[in-house]
């Protein structure tokens, strides 16, 4: 459901919905619009009859049910496109960002000399895999913390923002503490473990789409992480 604001509805009457919605039950996400508010609330089958309590308090216009699986990624919720920021680097908007650097970090050095190259030929950020997943159990698995580390340096050097890929939920704390930018990749885009922790984070997450992963799966993918509270989620 979507609870829309008057437009010029006071501060107190956007607190009072929410504190109210939140005492039935309901997980308020507030939308900031140019003209009004919005309030996203995310709840359970059969609260519909809850929504009159809300419809009828001061400030709210209407509300409009929403009937897609994915409630938060929806064009009825947020009709203005998104831009999200990573240090600076605006995805969402008319410039298009590329992100390069090497599949796996292997070495500092080479990971350094790629960051200095793809920066003079005009990236604007930099990606690398300190964790990879692997089809086989015995294959390079990635350098782990030291990976992150390398990545850190070469962001030192050359100023670029990383992204990097985080495959378990218990490493969520280690790649926040080293990337600007969590990265999904596609064999873990319905781990939805991970997800939620990603959306507990105030960091941006590229989540990247699945093989044969239908649209409607992809969006309801990222509903895990917005209904976390993290909003700052760019689809790859």
């Known amino acids: 459901m979507i609870v829309v604001m008057k437009i010029g509805a006071t501060q107190d009457q956007l607190n ?12 308020p996400h507030i939308i900031e619009g140019k003209e009004r508010n919005v309030i996203g609330l995310v ?8 929504m009159n309590v809300i419809g009828d308090m001061p400030g709210v216009d209407n509300i409009v049910p929403i009937t897609k699986a994915y409630k938060l990624a929806s064009r009825e919720i947020k009709p203005e496109p998104s831009i999200i920021d990573v240090c600076g680097v605006k995805f969402g908007g008319e410039n298009i960002p590329v992100i390069a650097g090497p599949c796996s970090v292997e070495g500092e050095a080479a990971v350094i000399k790629v960051a200095e190259l793809i920066k003079a030929a ?7 895999g300190a964790f990879k997943p692997r089809t ?11 990976g992150l580390r390398i990545l ?14 985080v ?12 990337a600007d930018m969590f990265q999904v990749g596609a064999r873990n885009v319905q781990n939805f473990a991970l997800l939620s922790e990603l ?5 941006p997450v590229l989540l990247k789409r699945g093989m044969s992963t239908t649209i409607e799966e992809y969006l309801t993918a990222s509903e895990y992480i917005l209904s976390e509270g993290n909003k700052n989620v760019i689809l790859c």
Not at 16 to 27: M, N
Not at 43 to 50: F, L
Not at 152 to 165: D, N, S, W, Y
């Open 43 to 50: 709840g359970v089958a059969g609260q519909r009859d809850k």
């Open 16 to 27: 009072h919905v929410i504190k109210t919605a939140d005492e039935l039950g309901f997980s």
């Open 122 to 128: 005009g990236a604007t950020m930099l990606r690398g």
């Open 167 to 178: 495959t378990n939920p218990k490493y969520v704390d280690m790649v926040y503490k080293y």
């Open 136 to 146: 086989s159990p015995y294959s390079f698995q990635g350098l782990e913390e030291e």
């Open 152 to 165: 850190a340096k070469a962001r030192e050097v050359t100023g670029l923002p990383v992204v990097t890929e």
């Open 199 to 203: 959306g507990k984070t105030d960091k």
